[in-house]
């Protein structure tokens, strides 16, 4: 609170000292006035240049969220494309194995078991784990935790056919063992059979009965 005092004169205060106060007080709050002009001034100035940086980050701001959801519909579009593409590899698939299993089930009952129609089936095995790894690899589909029910159905009928071809084999060793064993004792007796000299001349039965075995007309002879 102001303190200042006058002095008293006729008929009132000092009218210089009076004057001189008004004007000093004056001044004094032109200054102040002209400090908080400026000081307006620079935060108007300030304010201006923040709305624009907002402003600035709004536009990059819509324009990253314009960015994110292009993104994801390209990333729908590539998702469902790859699906599109794997399902239909997975058709293409089995048909390739059908193709091939028939094949396969027309030369075994060809060729009874040959290791070339064996082979066979463990191509297109192998084809179809071959095609499987290049898709995960290529579209990256075995990154998820759960497959789709093409993935299943494939991945179980790859396992299938595995399980066959390794039943198959132990079927083939077996049969050509039971070949063996049947066509071992025929060797033999073939072989048994077979013209000796040293057993025609050891012989115990008589030459005409020897020689009619080999068709040989005993009345031929000289």
């Not at 191509?123 to 179809?128: D, G, K």
């Not at 093409?150 to 060793?173: H, M, P, T, W």
């Not at 039971?178 to 050891?202: G, Q, Y």
Request: hydrophobic share 35%; net charge negative.
């Amino acid at each position: 609170m102001d303190k200042t005092k006058f002095n008293i004169a006729k008929k009132g205060y000092d009218t210089a000292q009076v004057d001189g106060y008004i004007l000093e007080r004056e001044k004094n709050y032109e200054e102040q006035l002209a400090q908080q002009k400026e000081k307006i001034s620079q935060l108007k100035a300030r304010c201006f240049e923040l709305e624009n940086v907002i402003a600035d980050y709004k536009d990059q701001e819509n324009e990253i969220k314009k960015s994110i959801v292009a993104a994801n519909e390209k990333a729908n579009e590539m998702t469902l494309d790859l699906k599109l593409q794997y399902a239909l590899e997975i058709e293409r698939l089995k048909i390739f194995q059908a193709k091939w299993t028939n094949a396969y089930e027309e030369l075994k009952e060809r060729y009874h078991f040959s290791k070339d129609a064996l082979n066979m089936e463990s191509v297109v095995i192998q084809t179809a784990l071959d095609l499987e790894n290049m898709l995960r690899k290529d579209f990256s589909l075995d990154k998820r935790p759960s497959g789709s029910d093409a993935e299943r159905q494939f991945k179980s009928e790859v396992k299938r056919l595995k399980s066959e071809d390794e039943e198959l084999s132990r079927l083939f060793e077996k049969l050509v063992g039971e070949i063996k064993k049947v066509h071992t004792p025929k060797m033999d007796a073939v072989a048994s059979d077979e013209f000796s000299m040293e057993k025609a001349l050891s012989a115990q039965k008589p030459l005409d009965e020897i020689c009619r075995s080999l068709g040989i007309n005993g009345s031929g002879r000289a």
